[in-house]
């Protein structure tokens, strides 16, 4: 097989870079280890970006975005048991859009197909060649066979785990990580919304957020120790912690018949450079931010946005500007929205240790936040995303 860019992963980001090479005429193929079934049903968050709604619209991939998404022009900063509301509107002129990431990759499976695109699910790449070279290939195994995929660049849109990180030699890649002392139990739940817009609460006894994922569905988080069990969490137990660190005298938490419970672990990572010879990294692969800041779908969508210029101006003129300075370009947004998350993830949990002083401190950062109009207006900035800055 030959093509011009071979895709390792089928999740947003690689959807996304072979939907926007199509528009550029550049063939690539999608090599996805998963069935199409168990990526179109992975429920995952999705609070998108005003950059990243605007370009599934723009692109033809926002029609049922348009439609189902929720679009939200604030979040709630709830703290010392009272919510202040950051209107982001009114600060930055901006918004976000609640659409979950399953289904926007539902979305790009579809439009792909439709179009005639090559994605080859129930692929598991096994093998990487000649990467720092003008003529790479991908050995992947599919239905019990092995097959090699020729190609000129290979995109690592794999994830963390996936096989193209793993790929590079050692000591060709800096990695700096941080782990946070703490994960976030979820649950799914059946049942009507309690609050129109995204609420983030700091208490005593740790974070809280109250999400929406649609009208009948909602997402729920709490803080809790990493190395918990869910099993150790009845239905009962769940909604009396959530009731505790979210109610207020004004307001209190709907419950609904909990579906799913799940405990996510908490980590900051990010790889230095995001290339070596033609392979390049995007999305989870290159990089890992915690929820807080509901960033990681968006900074993958940022990194394939990039690659896709650097590619269409390779293809169009033959000149390397943009990939050589592709991972440059797309460092200096992770490491400004890995900054934000870290921060939002500072302000808002209770680390290990933490004593009455660290959370005076909180309490006054959140004060602040919400009682200055330059700091709202730092978080709304960054918050529905910060605008993109071209590289030449």
Known sequence: ??????????????????????????????????????LESEIRAGVLEQNTADLLAETGVGERMKREGAIHHGIELRFGGRGHRIDFEDLV????????????VKDLIRTRLDAGGEIHFGAEVVDMKNVDSENPSITFRKDGENHELSCDFIAGCDGGRGACRPAVPEGAFTSYERTYPFGWFGILVEGPPSTRELIYNLHERGFALVSTRSPEIQRLYFQCDPSDDTGNWFDD??????????????????????????IVHMR????????????FLAGDAAHIVPPTGAKGMNLAISDVRALTE???????????????NYSETCLKRVWAVSRFSWWMTGMLHRFDGD??????????????????????????ENYTGL????SG
């Open 1 to 38: 097989m030959r093509t011009k860019v071979g895709i390792v992963g089928g999740g947003p980001a690689g959807l996304m870079l072979s939907h926007l090479l199509h528009l550029r005429g550049i063939e690539a193929v999608v090599l996805e280890a998963r069935s199409r079934a168990e």
């Open 93 to 104: 002129g901006r918004a976000i859009t609640v659409y979950g990431q399953h289904e926007v």
């Open 237 to 262: 137990r769940i909604w009396e912690e959530m009731h505790t660190r979210l109610d207020t005298e004004e307001w209190t938490l709907t419950e609904g018949n909990i579906i799913q419970k799940s």
């Open 268 to 279: 900051s990572f990010v790889c230095e450079p995001m290339r070596y010879g033609r392979l």
């Open 310 to 324: 650097a590619l269409a101006e390779f293809y169009e003129s033959g000149k390397k500007n943009l990939l050589e």
């Open 355 to 380: 004593d009455a002083f660290r959370h005076k401190m909180q309490l006054a950062e959140l004060d602040y936040v919400v009682g200055s109009r330059a700091a709202s207006t730092t978080l709304a």
């Open 387 to 390: 605008k993109y800055r071209e």
